[in-house]
Structure formats: C-alpha cells, structure tokens
C-alpha cells in the first residue's frame, strides 16, 4: 500500500489543501486549527482560561507591629472584571416608560463592566453646533457611577451626511477634524476609548458613496482613503493622549489586514492601540474554527483585540428578514447555547480583550433584529441568564482563606479588581481594596491595628 497509487493521489490532494488553508487563513492560525478542530478547540477552552486569564496573588495579614497574623480570616470578593463584557447602550432613557427604563439600566449594571456611546454624526448633530453633549454625559456618567468603563462609537463614519452639511468638500474636511477635536477633549476622563473610524476598508461601498453620504464620501475619496484615515487618528491623538483608539471594521479578510498595516505616523509608530472586530452573525454562528482563525490573524499586529459589535440571534437566522423578526423560544435555547460558546472562546484567546453585543434589548435593535440580552419587554432571554452564569459565577472569585503561621494567604483568581477583608476575632475587621493584575507580583499586605 505505500506505493499505492491511490495513495500517492490522496497524499497530494491533502498537501494542496493545506497549502490552501494556509494561504487563506495565515500560517499560524492553520497550523494551530489543523491541530485542533472545532470540538477540540471547545473543549481545551478552561485550560486556556485558568492560564490567561488568571494570577496568582500572596496577601500578607501583619499586626500594628509587623508581625504575621495566624488563623486570620480572609474575605476575598471580586468586584470587576479586567476584561471588558460590554454591549452597546443606545437606548438608555429612551424606552417607553419607567418600568422597562428601571429594568433596562438595572440588567445592564448587573452583567456589564463597558458600554458603546452613539456618536454618529448625522443623530448626534441634527442640527449645525448643536450636538447632543449634555445627552451623553448623563449616561456617561450614570455608566462611571456604576463601574461601567465607556467608549464612543464612532467619530468617522460615512454611513450617512448630517443634513445641514455644505457642499464645499473643504469645509466638510475642516469640519469633520474640528468634531474629532471637540469630541475627544470634551470627554476627557469620562469617555476614553473610541473607535476613531469606522469600516474603513470598504468605505466606497455604493449605498454609502450613491445615497447615505455622499458628501462625506466624496470628501473621503479626495483625500484618499488612507491619508484620511491617519489624519483622524493623529487629530484623536492629540485631542486625548491617554486615550484608547480602536480601528474598527466588518471585514475579517486580509483586505483589513492591509488598511491595518498602513496606520503608522511620519516616524513608522502604528496610530492605533487596539483593533476592533465585527462579528454580526444574522445567517448564523461563527464555526469555533473560524472564531480562532480570526484572532489569530489579527493578533499578529501585537495589541489587543476587541470584538465590538456581536449579534447572535433568538430568532428567525439567514435569508430575508421577516416582519416583524420576532424572538421564539426555540431561537432564545440556541442563543443561549451558542453566545456561551462564543464568549468562552473569545475569553480563551490571550489577545481578546473586550466583547460587545448589538443591542441590550431586541427593542429598536439594529436592523430590528432578535439579538438582544432582554426581549422587547426587558424580561432576561435565556443568554442573559447563562452569560450571567460565566461572567460573575463561573469566571468570577469569591472565596475565604485563612493564614498559616507565616500570615499568609494563597490565592488564585481571575484578573480584576478585589476588596478583601480579614477578619480576626476580638478586633474590627480591615477591607483594602487591591488589583489583580497578570505578569505583577501581586504581593498584597493588610496590617491589623
């Protein structure tokens, strides 16, 4: 049989699928996918998790003089997430009435530590200099009170020309890198990651350039599509140093890959700090395969990976959208299984760093589609529940240790923010707070008075 021609004919049908693979999805991610297929991938998942996603701490109790405590009891209760769980917040203080406002913002603040901020131009100025700040610091704030880290989304975009914006080309330009200024610094503290531009590799696409924008397109195209691009990055820049800028696309092929590759200044230093991945997936879920596939093609540029815009649906998938696209039990089972697959995968990869979904609520969801946590009524969908379950059960620390005779106590738990208490008889109780942070010594001393 080894020189069976037969087998020579499948030995080089099998090469030349590996070199297809290889050419498709990148050297790295094919030779880690071959290794491991979809299944495997799934079920080696909490093995990657406990290794990046977790860190080892000491918490040292000591008396007024220095000295270890034994027997001391140690509360340790995680309170964030390192990782950013997100999901847009379009219509906080839009719904209809009181009740489905109270449960919208109180399921948000429950399950989520990040939040997406509507800043689309053509909503967000209605009107020439009068853009709705004072709107979007109210949830700015509300979201800070609550732990709740932001982003604004996005500050370029040609999806479609505000109404009173001129004809000249020029002043479009100037007006354009004068809202990116306002927009950045006027937030400065409260807002600080935003995703600079947006779809950046398929922005001449002709429902954008013929009706939607054709302004802002026109002007794009004259500047060129990457010389625009640099510009509203270098402008974001300035306005915020500090800040976190994404380049943020639906495009997972090497056509972003190559618009990536090209965001650098004067000096060859890259413009952004993170990419940010689309991951709509209306026709249905993305294949574990593919959901690695992707990262590790983008992980290569060596910053962190958001997936920003998520959607998997509780209805009707693929195909014309039906009116009205209703949620059915069926479709919340298969949401609910499939978002966990997806979440645990993401949260398995080293370079993921954030997930957001698209919408909270399948109230006056994007494209008026089923996908969100909360049905149109703000009752939990079964995906809130076992997202819940993962994200403050499953992936979150809460345990008590008690010190030996060193005064020490071990611990293990995933990256975040802690509050610990210890406790020992006869004295009040002491609560520091402490982050548990990966590659630090993480070496944490409480001193009982």
């Known amino acids: 049989m080894k020189n069976h021609p037969y087998r020579q004919l499948w030995n080089v049908f099998f090469l030349m699928n590996v070199l297809l693979v290889l050419i498709l999805v990148g050297f790295p991610a094919a030779v880690f996918c071959a290794e491991l297929p979809d299944d495997e991938l799934l079920s080696g998942a909490s093995q990657r998790i406990e290794k990046h996603r977790m860190a080892d701490a000491v918490i040292s109790v000591v008396d007024a003089l220095g000295n270890p405590v034994t027997g001391a009891r140690i509360s340790v209760e995680q309170t964030r997430h390192a990782f950013l769980f997100g999901c847009n917040i379009f219509q906080w203080g839009r719904l209809p009435n009181e009740t489905m406002e109270t449960a919208y913002r109180q399921h948000y603040a429950e399950l989520l530590n990040y939040a997406t901020l509507p800043f689309y131009w053509n909503s967000y100025e209605p009107r020439r200099g009068e853009p709705m700040h004072e709107r979007t610091e109210k949830i700015a704030r509300w979201c800070q009170e609550h732990g709740i880290l932001t982003k604004g989304h996005p500050l370029a975009w040609n999806m479609g020309d505000p109404r009173w914006l001129p004809d000249d080309l020029d002043e479009i330009h100037h007006l354009q890198m004068a809202r990116i200024d306002d927009c950045v610094s006027r937030f400065v503290g409260l807002i600080d990651r935003w995703d600079v531009v947006n779809e950046v590799t398929h922005y001449d696409r002709p429902e954008f350039v013929n009706n939607r924008s054709p302004?802002?397109?026109?002007?794009?195209?004259?500047?060129?599509?990457?010389?625009?691009?640099?510009?509203?990055?270098?402008?974001?820049?300035?306005?915020?140093?500090?800040?976190?800028?994404?380049?943020?696309?639906?495009?997972t092929d090497p056509a972003f890959e190559r618009v990536i590759e090209q965001l650098v200044d004067d000096a060859n230093n890259r413009l952004y700090d993170v990419i940010g991945i689309q991951s709509h997936m209306h026709g249905g879920p993305w294949p574990s395969e593919k959901i690695w596939e992707v990262c590790e093609r983008f992980a290569r540029f060596g910053v962190p990976l958001h997936f920003t815009e998520t959607t998997i649906l509780s209805g009707r998938r693929g195909g014309e959208r039906p009116r009205p696209w209703n949620s059915t039990p069926e479709g919340e089972v298969f949401q609910a299984r499939e978002a966990v697959r997806f979440y645990t995968m993401l949260f398995s990869h080293p370079a993921v760093e954030a997930i957001t979904w698209w919408d909270f609520s399948d109230y006056h969801a994007w494209q008026e589609a089923p996908a969100g946590f909360l049905r149109k009524d703000m009752t939990p969908k079964p995906m809130y529940d076992e997202l819940k379950k993962l994200i403050k059960g499953t992936w979150w620390t809460k345990v008590t240790l008690t010190t030996g005779v060193d005064g020490k106590g071990n611990l293990r738990g995933f990256l975040g923010e802690y509050k610990i208490t210890v406790s020992i008889d006869g004295k009040q109780d002491v609560t520091k707070e402490f982050t548990l942070a990966k590659g630090q010594p993480n070496q944490w001393m409480i001193k009982m008075e």
């Open 215 to 251: 302004k802002i397109s026109a002007m794009w195209k004259r500047t060129g599509q990457i010389e625009f691009t640099r510009e509203c990055f270098l402008h974001a820049r300035k306005a915020g140093p500090k800040a976190t800028l994404l380049i943020n696309d639906y495009r």
